[in-house]
């Protein structure tokens, strides 16, 4: 079966422009997780998507938002970019949720701001 | 709250030598616990999991032993091979809907 997509792979923007990331989780899964991962801070843990809905939220700011459509298909927005903003950022899909499941990543979008 | 700690990186083992990597945890709970490989451009995946005290997780000749009392799972491997060159994290769930939790990873590199 195909895993998760996200896209693009790559990207490239300017500071204070925003950016919208795509993912598509694995077909039957419903909870969808983002995570920024950098260098310096590792994985932290953006929001969480759960049938539409918001379950579970990081600690960033609100230029970070997402959303879920009714086919668990996931976006992620950030808007006024910073430089600190360039990470990998990677998507990950559920059955149900964390818990005793694990996640299955995609291989992630990486922005870089400059 | 909720952490992952893993050994500090990077570790370079030659090809067939033995690999341990540590991870402790602190939970308020208990937890699931994970260890993902991330290979170089790639997102992770997962490698083994374990969800109760105990439990042995093993998967491509890695095994991790959930071990509760010493708030543990050291992820090990008797013999690597430079396919196995890539970054480890260690990480924990505990039941419910809360997110996991990532160690800061571990760089594993294996030379011939």
């Known amino acids: 079966k195909a895993g998760v997509t996200q896209t693009p792979r790559y990207l490239i923007k300017t500071r204070g422009q925003q950016v919208t990331l795509s993912c598509s989780p694995i077909?039957?899964?419903?909870?969808v997780s983002w995570y920024q991962q950098t260098p310096g801070q590792g994985l932290q843990f953006l929001f969480e998507?759960?049938?539409?809905?918001?379950?579970n939220k990081g600690n960033f700011p609100g230029r970070f938002s997402g959303r879920q459509f009714s086919n668990s298909r996931s976006e992620m927005n950030v808007s006024t970019l910073e430089l600190g903003d360039s990470a990998l950022y990677l998507c990950?899909?559920?059955?149900?949720?964390?818990?005793?499941?694990?996640?299955?990543f995609g291989s992630g979008t990486r922005l870089t701001v400059v | 709250g909720d952490s992952v700690t893993q050994m500090e990186g990077p570790v370079t083992l030659s090809e067939e030598a033995f690999l341990t990597i540590n991870c402790t945890y602190t939970?308020?709970?208990?937890?699931?616990l994970f260890w993902y490989v991330q290979y170089p451009g790639e997102g992770l995946q997962l490698l083994l999991k374990?969800?109760?005290?105990?439990d042995k997780g093993s998967n491509k000749g890695f095994e991790a032993t959930y071990r509760k009392e010493t708030t543990s799972f050291h992820l090990e491997k008797g013999s690597v091979q430079v396919s196995d060159s890539a970054v480890y994290f260690c990480?924990?769930?505990?039941?419910?809907?809360?997110?996991?939790?990532f160690g800061k990873g571990t760089r594993l590199s294996v030379i011939a």
């Open positions: 990950a899909s559920s059955l149900a949720g964390m818990g005793d499941y694990g996640y299955t």
């Open positions: 077909s039957g899964h419903r909870s």
């Open positions: 998507y759960f049938s539409e809905t918001q379950r």
């Open positions: 939970a308020t709970g208990y937890p699931s």
């Open positions: 374990a969800t109760k005290a105990d």
């Open positions: 990480a924990l769930s505990l039941s419910g809907n809360t997110p996991l939790v």
